[in-house]
């Protein structure tokens, strides 16, 4: 037996002998006072047991059950395997009034993405070569402008390289010069060539038909296989979330993060740069220009100067 000490705190360590004469005595005492009708008194005691000269104190943690509080950003509806749905709390305020109004505006002026969106490609083609022609617009629409993607997918149709089996039969710098100038053309024409390969050998050409299928294809991400799901197979499973629509629920105040109906809502009215807050009709109802009214907001510009003088 040992004693160490650790401030006004003793612990005793106590070998297998000693734990068994304390248990002896312990059980002693117990009859004894139960025989004399007295409760047992029992002093609090702690005991650390040495084995292998490893001294272990295990403490149960109280667990916290944190509670879902306002709202989420707009990554927490990214798709999961587990297929649970976010609950909200509660609603924006006045959220219905700025989606009708968005809708009210977005009837008034076209957008790019109107007629040149990853929706359009191939919509003369019959259903199977056009699904592939879809996912292969969604492929090439990551960090691309519509109207560049659009001219991609017009040169491949007017080459007859938007089916599974004639991207599979070109080469790789055919593809790229076809494709070209779209972000990242490299990557996206090597990835079309596996993609090709893939709807080919599984699916006879077509592409796949559940949304964690199309998530297995080189370069597809949620946002693209959600939208190949609804054009493709009209089989609505989610929302497609873009940096507009991010840009969009940022200055309204519905998310916290700064990064997605109304697309081209922010491709013409509320648009990174200069949004053009003049034409918006639901200015009343929005954070952001409210506070760039205010008349204790300093411009960036104007706050860098004050701040090196």
């Not at 297995?216 to 989610?238: F, R, T, Y």
Request: net charge positive; with cysteine.
């Amino acid at each position: 037996m040992s004693i160490k000490s650790l401030g006004n705190l003793k612990l005793i360590q106590f070998g297998p002998t000693q734990m068994r004469k304390m248990h002896d005595d312990t059980t002693t005492t117990l009859l004894s006072s139960s025989s004399n009708h007295h409760p047992p008194v029992v002093a609090e005691t702690r005991v650390y047991v040495r084995k292998k000269k490893v001294m272990k104190l295990q403490l149960q943690q109280p667990i916290h059950h944190s509670k879902l509080s306002g709202l989420p950003d707009i990554e927490d509806f990214a798709y999961k395997k587990t297929g649970k749905l976010l609950q909200l709390q509660k609603s924006p305020v006045n959220w219905e009034k700025v989606l009708e109004g968005i809708r009210e505006m977005r009837s008034f002026e076209d957008a790019p993405v109107d007629s040149m969106g990853c929706e359009k490609a191939g919509s003369s083609l019959p259903p199977k070569e056009r699904r592939f022609a879809v996912l292969v617009s969604s492929l090439l629409s990551s960090q691309t402008k519509d109207n560049v993607n659009h001219g991609a997918i017009q040169r491949l149709l007017e080459n007859n390289l938007l089916t599974a089996d004639s991207i599979e039969r070109s080469n790789e710098d055919t593809i790229k010069s076809m494709i070209y100038p779209v972000g990242f053309y490299t990557r996206k024409a090597s990835n079309m060539k596996k993609i090709a390969n893939i709807c080919l050998s599984k699916y006879d050409g077509d592409i796949p038909s559940t949304l964690e299928d199309l998530l297995q294809l080189p370069g597809i991400g949620p946002k693209m296989a959600h939208l190949v799901m609804n054009v493709g197979w009209n089989n609505v499973q989610g929302i497609c979330v873009d940096t507009h629509v991010h840009r969009i629920c940022n200055r309204l105040g519905w998310v916290s993060r700064k990064g997605t109906n109304q697309v081209g809502f922010g491709q013409t009215i509320c648009t990174p740069l200069r949004p053009q807050c003049g034409k918006c009709s639901i200015t009343d109802l929005c954070p952001a220009f409210k506070e760039a009214s205010s008349p204790k907001s300093t411009p960036r510009k104007s706050q860098k100067r004050n701040n090196l003088l």
